[in-house]
């Protein structure tokens, strides 16, 4: 008898363990305008130089999986998003709770004069209110970065991790040099990886085992009580 529950419980601890995926946001907003320079580089399909923050559909710029080249300028600029503030906070929202392993941010650099690679830091949220730091990324300035502004090549992606962390919302800062390199900030894309809701529902899988472990445990006390009575 403790062999099966033991079997059974075990089944239940399946439900918990899943495998590493990409995790969608169901949108997000950022609190700055974004800036117009040679193009006008907002999200697509959202006016954002009014107001703050900025309301995102899901299927915005930084999430609808289009890519942008090395070379910003190609197709007009079309997948990026540009800021010229100092700081910029994008915080996005999941919905539910996701256990987060990983960001990674597309973005480029044409010169230390122009555009030039963010340092990046994540921080999380259960209530979109109150967030604790997770992961920052320093990207030292170098002409190393540089990229033609035509260069058709693909661009470079920033990559923030450490210590897992469950969460609701999920902000990324985007924070320009400064110190006399240049204004521009561009990202086209922010994914995340993670394991999988928190405290989900167990996998179809999972519950085959779960009613089969309960069932053997039921026909065992049956037998014993039979063989009581």
Partial sequence: MKAIVAGAVAALGLSTAVSAATLNPTGYTFDAATDCGSFCYHDA??????????????????????????????????????????????????GGPFNFTRVDVGTTQDNLLDVV????????SNNGVDWLERWSLVTPPSDANNNP??????????TLSGASFDAQYVRLEVRNQGGGYGPWSFIDEVDFTGGGVVGGVPEP?????????????????????????
């Fill in 205 to 229: 899988s999972a519950w085959a085992l779960m009613i089969a472990g309960f069932g053997l445990a039921g026909a065992a006390l049956r037998r014993r009580t039979a063989a009581v009575a």
């Fill in 45 to 94: 399909g959202v006016f954002t130089g009014a107001g703050s923050p900025q309301p995102v559909t899901p299927f915005g710029e930084l999430t609808d999986g289009v890519l942008g080249y090395a070379g910003w300028a190609v197709d007009g600029a079309a997948p990026w998003v540009g800021w010229t503030d100092s700081v910029v906070n994008i915080d996005f929202s999941f």
């Fill in 117 to 124: 690679l963010p340092n990046l830091r994540v921080f999380s």
């Fill in 149 to 158: 502004d035509l260069s058709t090549a693909p661009h470079v992606f920033l």
